[in-house]
């Protein structure tokens, strides 16, 4: 088993915990549903009616978090993609949500459609690195009221692995679960094997919950539908300018955020999620591809192995604005980091220009990245066999494992072979045509697309989604 690196101590993270807890006692929340308000009166909870701000006794959060559980279930169109944290470790994901993407002819930035979330989707589900396609961009093509129509409707109808977003409003929620619906077969089926793991953030940081998200996490914890909610605070902005400050809040924001859905449904699954950053206080800038943002990955799942759930986020981003050297060091740097540190699960698939551009070929880049970081967490593989005693014997001095049958049943499986690093010497590069990764990734991305799409949906199923939702996007996938 893989141990991990920690920056703290066991009791330091006790500390840590000791902080949150104070803070949610003494600062409390501002809660602006009315609703969750009432859950959190009804449960021991302070709650100020003029001012929304709630405070949890230390003895509340103790109570409800027993009811976490360690594991949580991302659920694909078919069981075979299936996967579940901490188990199936590391699990790479896409980023989300961006509103633009490089276009992959002209290579200039335009904003992404429908049109562009089907081939990403049908790109992902191809892709081995990749476990679980979170909707990369939205949909500037969609109607008023339908954009989660317009990305969730692409996505499924694409990609056998699970998907997984989030929505603005409960009309547009209640839209998706009716899709849901459509492709299991029935309510009944969806309810019993749900397709759609939703996703959000219901906590403002610094300390404050929304409306119309946090609206969407009861009723989704009520009707027991997977959901989890990532914490996003922004150190020297909504945050301390400390990394441990940043932490102690960030953690009683995922503490009050979880607590309110055990108390809706206990033993509820959950994912201890974040995309924890510092700013650059230079220009005030967002910096998602700072080392800290892997540093602060680290000091969560710590705090994820106290409380025993299941951790990750989004890691592994870059500020970049092209494919280049500082996109690759800045996410792997910090992917890097957040493994050693424990981290379950990565968002950090195909974005630049922090998390508002996706680019084909940094998703494909990205995808050996991923399948890197599964072979760092294979590890040595410690057994007497794999020591090779015999066979060292065997080939004694001087002698060449190159032709041992031992060498060729293991040349696929000890080594990563990846597709886009280039191996070979440098005259067969210039051979080649000198080409970089980013065009090797490209290249990768053609090949993909423009063959057939063994994820599309069937056409009795989809015909009885496009009656219901009249208009609604083509969603076909691949390039001609």
Not at 360 to 384: P, Q, W
């Amino acid at each position: 088993m893989m141990k991990y690196t920690a920056f703290l101590s066991t009791e330091e993270v006790e500390k840590v915990h000791d902080a949150s807890l104070e803070i949610l006692e003494n600062i409390g929340v501002q809660v602006h549903l009315e609703k969750a308000r009432d859950i959190f009166a009804k449960h021991g909870c302070k709650v100020d009616k003029k001012s929304k701000v709630v405070k949890l006794p230390r003895k509340v959060v103790e109570l409800y978090r027993q009811a976490f559980v360690p594991h949580f279930t991302f659920r694909g169109r078919v069981p075979h993609f299936d996967r579940t944290i901490p188990d199936d470790r590391p699990l790479i994901v896409t980023a989300s949500s961006a509103p633009n993407l490089i276009d992959p002819v002209s290579g200039e930035e335009r904003r992404a459609t429908s049109d562009d979330i089907a081939d990403i989707a049908f790109l992902i589900n191809e892709l081995p690195g990749y476990d679980v396609f979170s909707i990369s961009t939205l949909a500037d093509d969609a109607p008023k009221g339908q954009l989660s129509l317009w990305r969730f409707y692409p996505a499924l109808k694409n990609c056998l692995k699970p998907v997984r977003s989030n929505t603005p409003n409960m009309k547009e929620l209640l839209q998706v679960l009716e899709l849901g619906a459509l492709i299991a077969g029935s309510e009944d089926a969806y309810q019993e094997r749900p397709l759609i793991t939703h996703h959000c953030c219901p906590v403002v940081s610094p300390l404050t919950m929304d409306t119309a998200i946090t609206e969407q996490l009861i009723y989704l914890t009520e009707k027991n539908l997977p959901v989890y909610c990532t914490i996003a605070p922004n150190g020297g902005m909504t945050s301390p300018m400390t990394l441990l400050g940043t932490l102690a809040l960030g953690n009683a924001e995922f503490l009050v955020a979880s607590v309110l859905m055990q108390m809706v449904r206990p033993e509820t699954p959950l994912v201890y999620a974040v995309l924890s950053t510092v700013a650059d206080m230079r220009k005030g800038n967002y910096a998602p591809g700072g080392i800290e943002t892997g540093i602060m990955q680290m000091g969560h799942c710590q705090m994820a192995r106290f409380y025993d759930v299941p951790c990750g986020g989004y890691i592994g981003l870059t500020n970049a604005h092209l494919d280049d050297v500082q996109s690759g060091y800045e996410t792997g740097m910090s992917a890097t980091s957040a493994l050693l540190g424990g981290a379950d699960m990565f968002n950090m698939g195909g974005l630049l220009s922090s998390l508002l551009t996706f680019d084909f070929g940094k998703a494909v880049i990205d995808n050996e990245i991923g399948l890197m970081l599964k072979r760092i967490n294979r590890g040595l593989e410690f057994s007497t066999e794999n020591l090779s005693l015999e066979l060292i014997s065997k080939v004694g001095n001087g002698g060449s494992y190159m032709d041992q049958a031992d060498t060729f049943n293991r040349m696929r499986t000890t080594a990563l072979l990846p597709s886009i690093a280039f191996r070979d010497v440098r005259t067969a590069w210039e051979d080649k045509g000198k080409s970089d990764a980013h065009s090797r990734a490209l290249t990768e991305a053609t090949k993909i697309l423009t063959r057939d799409n063994p994820a599309v949906l069937l056409p009795q199923v989809d015909a009885k989604i496009r009656a219901r939702f009249k208009g609604l996007t083509a969603g076909n996938a691949g390039w001609s």
